[in-house]
């Protein structure tokens, strides 16, 4: 019996598959497009090639004559290509090219990653040293990995004289979980291998990312929330800082991405946080270069968000703009779609609502986006149950929003403290709001004022 049969969670005990069961579980994975997908088909292809290497030659036949290999591209940035040529590895026999990663300078950290992964199984395939099975494969479908697991997959690679892929084991610990069960780190700790001692040295020193954005106008930073903009070329500086770990590419995916840079060729967003499942601020993070295009549009989708949002770890300042986006953004002049984003994290308590209103405030002073879809989104999620939310929302959007010393007040500032009062009845919150107060104190008669005025009463 191999290795894998015992380690793996995600394999089959029993007999060795038929091939028709093989090529069924091949061409299911690799047909697909999802994260899902690719891992099942790098699964089902590193352990059938150890276990039965003349039925998975069988079952790629078909996928190898039907897709050439990438053979005459200069770099290979999207994951099918490594696909077509592990498939070719198998099936054509003779010397075979070695695999041609693209330039780190344009790609992602979370693309290179996986592209590093896929490039070392490549290479281990070609060389005749391939593991039996391997270590990063997720046992949760948010891409989690169960640390019993991880640990039992590395107990068998010892009793094998096997050694971890680099990428492969790095992946790996990024999945797993902040919270280990005592009897699971006791179990690391007894581990002799370099994989082991790495593994148990992460379960007891696991880097914790911190999470930061700035912002630029121009050549200049913002320095102040209310700070007047000087210039419509705005951008995000996102920052990731973590303890080194001297891993390579855990540190690479840990610090900060290019303050902005384009949709590079195969990158996929959508698997971004099976990356890191447990890590969703970081994953928020390396979102945040791809969102603002005004142009274009945003490369990156609620879809990805909500992704995200289902993932674990403590949510910061880069989940709380990205909430704030989605709820001002028309996408084809149609109204915000962020409220379901917004009412989900409310429900599993990881909405940060005062740091939304704070990104939603400094999103409608230093963009193009309108307070009329901030009304919008707001009322819609106030009917939806979630006008506690709202106003806790507002109470983080006010003081940052609101005119300050030598601003002019506009007809947005007028709409936020009507909304604001509709909202405070609704649910009836008390208390005093100094920016407010301060305004609706002010001499006059103008329709900000007067709006001013009718919040502080709905306070108190």
């Keep these: ?65 039907r897709q050439a290999p990438p053979y005459d591209k200069r770099e290979w940035p999207y994951p099918a ?36 992964r896929l490039a070392e199984i490549h290479a281990a395939v070609r060389g005749g040293t391939a593991p039996p099975y391997l270590l990063a494969t997720p046992t949760t479908g948010t891409g989690g990995l169960d640390p019993a697991a991880l640990v039992a997959r590395i107990e068998g690679y010892e009793r094998a004289g096997v050694e971890a892929l680099p990428a492969d084991l790095q992946q790996a610990l990024l999945r797993l979980p902040r919270r280990i069960p005592p009897e699971v780190a006791a179990r690391a700790g007894r581990l002799t291998s370099a994989a082991g001692v790495t593994l148990a040295g992460w379960l007891t020193g696991r880097p ?131 409220v379901s984003l917004l009412l989900d994290l409310a429900a599993r308590g990881d909405l940060p609502t005062a740091e939304v209103g704070r990104q939603l405030a400094l999103l409608l002073r230093r963009t193009w986006l309108k307070a009329a879809a901030l009304r919008e989104s707001m009322e819609l999620a106030a009917d939806r149950g979630g006008h506690d939310h709202v106003w806790q929302i507002m109470t983080g959007l006010l003081p940052a929003y609101l005119p300050g ?35 609706a104190g002010r001499a006059g008669e103008s329709g900000f004022l007067r709006a001013a005025r009718h919040l502080r009463a709905a306070l108190n």
């Design 81 to 116: 290509q490594w696909v077509e040529a592990m498939a070719d590895l198998v099936t054509t026999p003779g010397p075979h090219p070695v695999g041609r990663l693209p330039d780190i300078s344009r790609v992602s950290a979370p693309h290179w990653l996986l592209l590093r």
């Design 405 to 439: 010393p030598g601003e002019r007040a506009h007809a947005g500032h007028t709409q936020v403290l009507e909304l604001a009062a509709r909202i405070a009845h609704r649910t009836g919150a008390g208390g005093e709001l100094p920016c407010v107060a301060e305004i």
């Design 1 to 65: 019996m191999s290795a894998g049969r015992n380690t793996s969670t995600a394999t089959a005990a029993g007999d060795a598959p038929t091939v028709a069961e093989l090529e069924r579980a091949l061409g299911e994975a690799a047909a697909g497009e999802t994260w899902q997908d690719l891992e099942r088909w790098l699964e089902a292809f590193v352990r059938f090639r150890t276990e039965d290497l003349p039925g998975l030659r069988e079952a790629m036949r078909e996928p190898a004559v």
């Design 208 to 338: 914790e990312p911190r999470t930061r954005i700035a912002w630029r106008h121009g050549s200049g930073v913002y320095l102040d929330d209310r700070e007047p903009s000087p210039s419509s070329e705005v951008s995000l500086v996102p920052g990731i800082r973590a303890e080194h770990t001297g891993l390579e590419l855990v540190d690479h995916l840990l610090s900060a991405p290019r303050p902005s840079r384009w949709q590079a060729d195969g990158d996929d967003p959508r698997g971004w946080p099976a990356m890191l499942p447990h890590d969703r601020e970081a994953v928020a993070v390396h979102y945040l270069p791809h969102l603002f295009c005004r142009e274009h549009g945003s490369h990156i989708e609620l879809t990805h968000v909500q992704i995200l949002s289902v993932t674990d770890g403590p949510p910061g300042e880069a989940i709380a703009l990205l909430a704030a986006y989605f709820l001002l953004n028309r996408k084809w002049n149609r109204a915000p779609s962020g």
